[in-house]
């Protein structure tokens, strides 16, 4: 395998091995989507590019679009499957396909969370969800960013770079578990002492600050999932602000005046816009 399907390949054995449903809390996911509201999605058409196990989908129902449709290139469609099918919403559909070839008739609404910069050509997964998109609908994306995570890039990725070749259960178990109790600590203690008003100008200077803040309101297990998905991808990369100012400009079908890039917990970009 290579490319993307040797990344969608590892993800996929990690996904499955959780349990049904989502992974995340429907705070995370609406703080994850963010500016798009429910008003944006109610009885209109959606496509998510890389659905992984159908964390996000199942809160999207919750949504309530017209329809919805998954798309990924991994076996974690199958986990993606049985999620959807625990909800009560039936309007659905999951594709097992390479997002930067998929084509469609086009969608309201499309996103993609937390899948571009695992691509070995980020741009091409950018130009699926513009080309997927009807005219006047809307798009939005998350990245991790390079702005914010010098602690990751210099000490997280190049571990990543030797691990990801292991199982995913071992990478799971034995390298994110025993790394993900430090910073689970970590996390917690710096949310403890930024309850103290006096400490929060000095503890802003701390590495990851915003983001753990975020992070320590979810337990131990959460820690180690996000560790091992940082671990168990075959490439990673961290997206700066311009690159994706360069991007969006690139397209001619965007409305230049709806785009917003925005920073989310100081170490990721969200960004979206209106198509003409």
Same mark, same amino acid.
């Given at each position: 395998?290579?490319?993307?399907?040797? =990344? $969608?390949?590892?993800?996929?054995?990690?996904?499955?091995?959780?349990?049904?449903?989502?992974?995340?809390?429907?705070?995370?996911? =609406?703080?994850?989507?963010?500016?798009?509201?429910? *008003?944006?999605?109610?009885?209109? =058409?959606?496509?998510?590019?890389?659905?992984?196990?159908?964390?996000?989908?199942?809160?999207?129902?919750?949504?309530?679009?017209?329809?919805?449709?998954?798309?990924?290139?991994?076996?974690?469609?199958?986990? $993606?499957?049985?999620?959807?099918?625990?909800?009560?919403?039936?309007?659905?559909?999951?594709?097992?396909?390479?997002?930067?070839?998929?084509?469609?008739?086009?969608?309201?609404?499309?996103?993609?969370?937390?899948?571009?910069?695992?691509?070995?050509?980020?741009? *091409?997964?950018?130009?699926?969800?513009?080309?997927?998109?009807?005219?006047?609908?809307?798009?939005?994306?998350?990245?991790?960013?390079?702005?914010?995570?010098?602690?990751?890039?210099?000490?997280?990725?190049?571990?990543?770079?030797?691990?990801?070749?292991?199982?995913?259960?071992?990478?799971?178990?034995?390298?994110?578990?025993?790394? $993900?109790?430090?910073?689970?600590?970590?996390?917690?203690?710096?949310?403890?002492?930024?309850?103290?008003?006096?400490?929060?100008?000095?503890?802003?200077?701390?590495?990851?600050?915003?983001?753990?803040?975020?992070?320590?309101?979810?337990?131990?297990?959460?820690?180690?999932?996000?560790?091992?998905?940082?671990?168990?991808?075959?490439?990673?990369?961290?997206?700066?602000?311009?690159?994706?100012?360069?991007?969006?400009?690139?397209?001619?079908?965007?409305?230049?005046?709806?785009?917003?890039?925005?920073?989310?917990?100081?170490?990721?970009?969200?960004?979206? $816009?209106?198509?003409?």
């Amino acid at each position: 395998m290579q490319g993307d399907q040797k =990344t $969608a390949e590892a993800f996929a054995k990690s996904w499955n091995s959780l349990p049904l449903g989502s992974v995340y809390t429907r705070e995370q996911f =609406t703080d994850w989507l963010h500016p798009i509201t429910p *008003a944006v999605v109610t009885g209109r =058409t959606v496509l998510e590019l890389g659905c992984g196990n159908g964390s996000l989908l199942i809160h999207m129902a919750d949504w309530s679009p017209e329809s919805i449709e998954g798309v990924d290139l991994g076996e974690s469609v199958i986990s $993606a499957t049985s999620t959807m099918r625990l909800g009560e919403y039936r309007n659905w559909k999951i594709t097992q396909a390479d997002l930067t070839t998929f084509k469609s008739d086009g969608f309201d609404f499309v996103y993609c969370i937390g899948v571009l910069h695992h691509l070995k050509y980020p741009k *091409a997964g950018l130009d699926a969800v513009i080309n997927n998109v009807k005219g006047g609908g809307r798009f939005h994306c998350w990245v991790y960013a390079r702005e914010g995570n010098a602690f990751i890039i210099l000490l997280v990725d190049p571990l990543r770079k030797i691990v990801s070749r292991l199982p995913w259960w071992f990478i799971k178990y034995f390298v994110a578990t025993p790394l $993900a109790l430090p910073y689970y600590c970590y996390a917690k203690g710096l949310s403890a002492v930024n309850k103290i008003k006096c400490f929060r100008r000095f503890l802003g200077k701390f590495p990851l600050y915003e983001y753990s803040l975020w992070i320590a309101r979810r337990d131990f297990f959460f820690f180690r999932h996000v560790a091992s998905d940082q671990l168990v991808s075959p490439q990673t990369r961290y997206i700066e602000r311009s690159t994706i100012e360069s991007w969006l400009n690139s397209y001619d079908q965007i409305d230049k005046g709806s785009i917003y890039i925005t920073m989310r917990n100081g170490n990721s970009w969200k960004f979206g $816009a209106r198509l003409k």
